[in-house]
């Protein structure tokens, strides 16, 4: 007999023709403590979205909890909600340039749950993350506190609700102990919020893992582990029924796994191991998913609960010799480190944003994301197994050590073993995950037996609940605190260092059983060269993919943030992006700009940003000096004198000819050491064109032309249609252009954003680090010539987005919406 602890699957045709009888008798040898389910009380899972009827307020009233308080003058919200990205901004805000100059404090939220609880069922709040030192109330009772405001939480609140269905969820959010990251980290009840209704017996949170436990060409062997929670008062005995389906829905397996006793107030887990044949596997270019289905049967077959999980069958590995291998194919790591703010939407970040900001990262060459540094927002991953991305899913940004006074340390020793497992229960089944990371630059390695012994109790954590995955750290200076010599690398599974490629070289080399990765580095050639040519380097992670609010206390008033990214807050590529692009993508690149650098025309040396965007952050500890601000996408230099201009290309084509008003400049091979392609010409206004020579592709080539003076807005929209849910949302990108549709790059006019019809304004934006206007404005000085709209459906219909300004012609674009 198997241990009672898991069950392992037998053939099923037996047990489903003979289920009833078996249970009746086995009911009957177990006597009356093994209850059978009454089947009236007996039903499938229920999920309800709670997105509104919430009312909030800015502050801390006496009895905000009360279910008795007059809450009729809080204002009406929807959640998600950011509640602090509404500004204003402020030089004297208390978490100051860390928090982007952006307000933080406590806030409550209160919604009516018309909810009248049911025999036999269970009653679970589940919030995805509250920012942060929550504490939750239904009924005036105390249902739970966390401290951290990146975990998912899950309460269980049935004994807490009323017969008579009159019940009153209290939620108290308290960013007030400020700053608690270093970064901009929203405040409030920021991602969605959910109503779950199970049995009495159910699957818990985080209780069911899908994974292949073995894959051998097109077959696999898909191992699905269940627990079983019992929170009835009598033992009661469940049978897991398992359906898996493949990329196109159509059912591929099915398996049910033998009787189960599950004793009251107890929780139990039965495995079943389902061979796959004819296996599609998940990849970057071919994301295939499957679904299990996971029920669980009363002894008459009543459904008591069931879970559906999206998983993947990848075969993805390290290896000391050779770094990263996907399926079989032997792949750099070609990644991005992101924060978990949208730019102008704040931490409550519709899907779109993240779709948009994906899409784009994938089109450079992007084929990984490090979460920094923290845990996502759960439909983060859901789209990062959609799409194709890997993923180095982060938990902590400091464990023992502060690295400001009232961050996360403060509960480390109390929470982090909860928080830990909690995020790999939650994330598990995710195909995109690769790597799981224990912390970023922690400080504690400065106390080798401290953090020793907290990097031990977050390994067997991990490993434990998750033994299908490696486990790294983002280490920080290791030769300062010796972490090669004592230990504490040689602890993890793949080794990661942040910057100091060749330092974390030498460490492989000194032992070259060691598994590496970059989980940190800059945008310098000097920084990606290495990684390219060492083997045993996995890849790397970019500080950053995409410029963020906050991390601004280094340059400080008036700057909001940290213009570090491959793409601006909007969302639009860099200049710094274009030249990764060129490095990482596998299509033909080109792409011209023009550099204002005097010494450009000399040896190419690591480059800049673009205008106002300096390409690497200002608060990594390199000896790099700070790049100067000399590269622009455009042929209109303010001065139009004669004078030397420098054209840059970034290619990856073998060869590129470059013209001047069609007058061809002569041709460059690429570069080994993947500097740019320059030529020195002498300004005239008209076109700069770069083309590129290889056989085939010919037709690839980029052009600049000189602008005229102002005259027009126009308009163009990501996409065609949008819908009217919180998650829907669509950029609408403004240019002001001349007269021939070039865009003018000193245009700044500021621009009044409208919508009519079945469409909302949800924010404007333009991407400067020190435009102070509120995001939810419809007023946007264009930088650069550029602005953006961010727009939402509302309702089945056409919607028109229109721009002004003064002097300039109206844009419109007009879009389809969706309910």
Known sequence: MPECGTIVARPAPFWRRCRLAFFLLLACALGPGAALVDKAQAAPRAITPLPDGWRFYQGDPQGAESPTLDDSGWRPVSVPHDWAIAGPFDKDAKAAGENGFLPSGVAWYRRALPLAPKPGRRYFLEFDGIMERSGVWVNGHHVGYRPMGYVSLR????????????????????????????????????????????GDVHIPQGGAFVHAS???????????????????????EVTVDLVLTDPQGRQVAHRSAPVALVDAGRTRTVALDVPLTQLRRWDLDDPALYRATIRLLAADGAVLDDRQVRFGVRDARFEAATGFWLNGRNIKLKGVALHH?????????????WRQRFTALKALGVNAIRTAH?????????????????????????????????????FF???????????VRRDRNHPSIILWSAGNEIHDTAYPVQAKAALRSILDIIHAADPSRPVTMALFRPNVTKDYDNGLADMLDVIGQNYRENELIAASRQKPDRKIIGTENGHNRSNWVPVRDYAPYAGMFLWTGIDYLGEANRSGWPNIQSPAGLLDRTGRQKIIGMQRESWWSDKPVLHVVRNADPDAAGPATDGAGGRNQPALPTMIAVATPRPKVALFDDWTPQDSSPHDEVIEVYSNCDRVEAFLNGRSLGAQPIQADASPRRWTVRYAPGEVRAQCLDAGRTQVSDSLRTAGPPVAIELEADAPTVGSTFDDLVYVRARVVDAQGVTVPSASHRLHFAVAGAGTLVATDNGSSVDHTPFASPDRAALDGHAVALVRGAGAGRLTVSATADGLARGAVTLQARR
Do not use: C
């Not at 017969?163 to 901009?184: H, K, M």
């Not at 703010?341 to 944003?353: E, H, I, R, W």
């Not at 020793?413 to 995020?423: C, I, N």
């Open 155 to 198: 309460y269980d609140i049935t004994r807490h609700l009323r017969a008579d269905g009159r019940n009153i969820i209290a939620v108290r959010a308290d960013t007030s102990a400020a700053p608690s990251s270093r970064w901009y980290s929203g405040s409030g009840i920021y991602r969605h919020v959910r109503l779950i209704e199970t």
């Open 214 to 236: 073995a894959i051998d060409g097109d077959r696999a062997t898909i191992a699905v582990a269940t627990d079983i929670s019992n929170a009835a008062a009598t033992a009661a």
């Open 341 to 353: 703010d949208g730019g102008a939407v704040g931490a409550a970040v519709p899907l779109d944003v």
């Open 374 to 410: 923290n845990v996502p927002s759960p439909e983060f991953l859901d789209l990062a197994d959609e799409l194709g991305l890997v993923v180095m899913d982060e938990l902590f940004d400091q464990w023992n050590v502060a690295k400001t006074p009232e961050d996360y340390h403060l």
């Open 413 to 423: 020793g109390d929470w982090h073993k909860r928080d830990t497992l909690d995020m």
